[in-house]
C-alpha cells in the first residue's frame, strides 16, 4: 500500500493509465456496497478463513497493480519476471516432495491430498499454494516466463536456467492431476510461441518448447509404472479436488455427497456444468451487489448456515468472472471486464510500436494468460498477486533506449544479419 501511494503521489501513473486506474476504484467501490448487503460483513471485509479474499485483499490487488504500473526499467520487469520464476521453483520442488512421500510427515503440506478419493492413494502435488488447482495456475504463468526468457534471452546461462526451470514446472503441473494443469500447459506452449513471433527471435529457439513437452510425457510414464501411490493409471481428480479444497481443507462448504448430488463428482464438465448453472442462479438472485465478497457458498444454504447441513454447497464456481458477477455484482463484473479490455490493447499497443524492447512483451503474454486460465479457475492469494503485478507491469511506462542502443543490444542477442 505504501509503494502504490508513493507511485499515485508522485504520479508515475500517466494520464493514459486513467481508465483502468478509475475502473478498478470503482470495483473497490461496487465492493464496498456489496460488503454492507452481505451475509456476514466480517468475512465480506476479511474473507473467509483460508482464503483470505474480501474487500481488503481487492484494495491490495489494487496496489499490486499500481506497482506494476509504476516499474520504469526493463531490469525491474525481469525482477518482477525471475520472481515469478522462483516463485514456481519453490512450489514445484514441495510438490514434487508431497507426491513422493517425502514430506508427508509435516502436517498441512501433504495430507490433505494424498487421497483424492477414499480408493486410490494418488498423492497430488499442491505446493505451497493449498490446493493443486491453484499451483497449476501459478506453475503455468511460472512456464510461460520461463519459456520466454529462454526464447528471447540473449543470456546462454540464463537460457540454461530458464529450460531447466520449465522442465520442472511442467513435470510438477502433470503431478496436479487437473484439468488445470493440462490447460496450464498448453497456454503457456501458446504463450511462448507468440513472444516467440512478437519478439522476432531466432526460430531455433522454438526446439525449447519440448522442455515443457518431454517432462509431463515422462511423469505419465512414472505414474502408470506405479511410482506414485497406488495408482497404475494417470487420472484427473478436478471436481474431487473442489471438495477437498473447500471441505476437507477449509470447512468452507458442504462436503460432496453423492446421495444428493445431480452431477458426476470424477467428471470435469459435470462438476463445472453443475457449478457454473447454480452460481447463474445466485447472479439472477443478487445481480447488484452479489453475495458478499467471498460468500459465495451462502445464498446455497437450506437448512442452516452451517456447511455441515448442506452438502454439494460449494466456496469457489470456478470461473473468476462468473464468481466476481455472483459476489460482488454485475457492475463488479463490467468494472474487470474493462479494466482487461483496455490492458490488453493498451499493452498491445506498446509492444507494436517497440517490439525490440522484449520487457514490454513478458507481462503482455502473462497477462493474457492470466485472463485466460480465469475462465476455468479462481482468483487465489497464490496466484492473483502475481497477475495484477504483470497486467499493472504491461502497461508501464519504461524507459526507451535510443533506437542505436535497441539496435545494439538487438544484434548482440541474435547476430547483426537479424
Not at 510438477?172 to 522476432?200: C, E, N, P, S, Y
Request: aromatic share 12%; proline share 4%; charged share 15%.
Amino acid at each position: 500500500m505504501i509503494f502504490a501511494m508513493i507511485g499515485l503521489i508522485k504520479k508515475y501513473i500517466g494520464r493514459n493509465m486513467l481508465v483502468p486506474v478509475i475502473a478498478f476504484s470503482a470495483m473497490i467501490g461496487f465492493g464496498a456496497i456489496s460488503l454492507f448487503d452481505c451475509y456476514n460483513r466480517q468475512i465480506g471485509f476479511y474473507g473467509f478463513d483460508g482464503r483470505g479474499e474480501g474487500l481488503l485483499a481487492i484494495i491490495f490487488y489494487f496496489c499490486f497493480f499500481i506497482c506494476g504500473l509504476t516499474l520504469k526499467t526493463e531490469k525491474s520487469v525481469m525482477t518482477l519476471l525471475w520472481g515469478i520464476i522462483g516463485s514456481g521453483v519453490l512450489n514445484s520442488i514441495f510438490g514434487i516432495l508431497q507426491t513422493f512421500g517425502a514430506v508427508q510427515a509435516v502436517k498441512g503440506i501433504a495430507d490433505p491430498y494424498t487421497f483424492p478419493t477414499v480408493y486410490e492413494k494418488a498423492c497430488v502435488a499442491s505446493g505451497l499454494s493449498g490446493s493443486p488447482i491453484f499451483l497449476a495456475m501459478l506453475l503455468t504463468l511460472s512456464l510461460t516466463a520461463a519459456l520466454i526468457v529462454f526464447i528471447t534471452s540473449g543470456n546462454k546461462k540464463l537460457r540454461i536456467a530458464a529450460i531447466i526451470c520449465s522442465a520442472l514446472f511442467s513435470f510438477t503441473m502433470i503431478l496436479t492431476h487437473t484439468v488445470m494443469g493440462i490447460v496450464g500447459l498448453a497456454v503457456g506452449i501458446a504463450g511462448a510461441f507468440a513472444a516467440l513471433i512478437i519478439a522476432k527471435a531466432p526460430k531455433i529457439r522454438i526446439a525449447g518448447l519440448l522442455s515443457a513437452i518431454i517432462p509431463p510425457v515422462i511423469a505419465v510414464v512414472i505414474i502408470m509404472a506405479g511410482a506414485v501411490g497406488d495408482i497404475k493409471s494417470y487420472k484427473l481428480y478436478d471436481g474431487r479436488l473442489m471438495w477437498k479444497d473447500s471441505y476437507f481443507r477449509l470447512s468452507a462448504s458442504g462436503i460432496h455427497d453423492p446421495q444428493y448430488a445431480d452431477f458426476n463428482v470424477d467428471s470435469f464438465g459435470s462438476v463445472y456444468s453443475y457449478m457454473t448453472g447454480e452460481t447463474f442462479d445466485i447472479i439472477k438472485k443478487y445481480p447488484i451487489t452479489g453475495t458478499g465478497p467471498d460468500q459465495l457458498v451462502y445464498p446455497q444454504m437450506h437448512k442452516s448456515y452451517n456447511v455441515e447441513e448442506n452438502p454439494n454447497t460449494f466456496d469457489r464456481n470456478y470461473n473468476e468472472y462468473l464468481y466476481v458477477a455472483a459476489t460482488r455484482g454485475l457492475p463488479s463484473l463490467a468494472c474487470l471486464i474493462v479494466i482487461l479490455a483496455f490492458l490488453i490493447g493498451s499493452s498491445a499497443s506498446i509492444v507494436n510500436r517497440n517490439r525490440r524492447m522484449t520487457a514490454s512483451v513478458y507481462p503482455l503474454v502473462l497477462m493474457i494468460c492470466g485472463v485466460i486460465l480465469f475462465f476455468i479457475g479462481n482468483s487465489s492469494s497464490v496466484f492473483t498477486p502475481i497477475f495484477w503485478a504483470v497486467s499493472g507491469a504491461s502497461c508501464a511506462r519504461l524507459a526507451e533506449a535510443s533506437k542505436k542502443t535497441s539496435c545494439k543490444k538487438h544484434e548482440k542477442a541474435y547476430g547483426k544479419n537479424k
